[in-house]
């Protein structure tokens, strides 16, 4: 019997042994995860990782009003340097299309215009814009994001208008004008977007009446920065 009673403990530790072990490794790999865990959360991360992807979009223009305030300056009238006074209100019928009003008021400074020759010259009077409004359609294909130091994401769009207007001159009458314009949003709060956009105004303007009354062909090329202020303030953010 005791004989038995040895060949049995004997074969309980051949089994239990191996049982024994695994729990002891699986106990090592436990503390050494356990050990690692700490320093893998303090790694820092990558310039790929710091800068969020965008999965949706963050600013929605669709249903709401933008006020634009700006001032601009002129780039290529030969006899006059105009600073511009503006204000366009749009509505958005869709995230990448709107419809706006808007108007521009000129202060307007006579450049020095050299004149090559011998003889005594006529002092001419030039004509110019004092005002102009029109009513534009905008699209805006293009939608983005700028990351500054990988710590601040700006989001824009990129839009273009084309519209139709009239110009009031210093001299003469209202004539038609047409406008073209290419310009950026980027989007500050939910509410409030800086706006950056280079514009083309195309009319027809007699230049010198005191010489000729002849209307010709003119365009004023402006560079303008305005705020736009959008109401609602707020809106409902797109769920994924």
Do not use: C
Not at 193 to 210: C, I, K, N, Q, Y
Not at 220 to 231: E, I, K, P, Q
């Amino acid at each position: 019997m005791k004989s038995i009673a040895t060949i049995a403990s004997l074969l309980l530790v051949l089994f239990a042994a191996p049982r024994v072990r695994a729990e002891d490794e699986e106990a090592v790999e436990e503390e050494e995860t356990q050990a690692k865990a700490p320093s893998a959360a303090v790694e820092p991360k990558t310039l790929a990782e710091r800068i969020p992807s965008v999965t949706a979009r963050v600013f929605a223009k669709r249903g709401r009003m933008e006020l634009t305030p700006a001032v601009g300056l002129s780039a290529n009238d030969p006899f006059f340097r105009h600073i511009l006074l503006s204000g366009r209100a749009a509505y958005h019928v869709a995230e990448w299309l709107w419809v706006e009003a808007g108007g521009d008021f000129y202060g307007s400074m006579q450049t020095a215009v050299p004149v090559v020759g011998a003889g005594a010259v006529a002092k001419v009077g030039y004509n110019r814009p004092v005002y102009d409004v029109d009513l534009a359609v905008g699209f805006a294909p293009l939608y983005g994001k700028l990351s500054l130091m990988a710590e601040k994401v700006i989001h824009f769009d990129t839009y273009v208008t084309v519209g139709a207007g009239a110009v009031g001159p210093a001299e003469g009458s209202m004539s038609l004008a047409g406008s073209a314009a290419v310009g950026q949003r980027y989007f500050v709060s939910e509410w409030l977007a800086l706006r950056l956009e280079v514009r083309d105004l195309a009319f027809m303007m007699a230049r010198a009446p005191s010489v000729s009354t002849d209307q010709k062909l003119q365009n004023v090329l402006s560079f303008s920065l305005g705020l736009s202020f959008f109401v609602p303030s707020t809106f409902e953010h797109e769920k994924l």
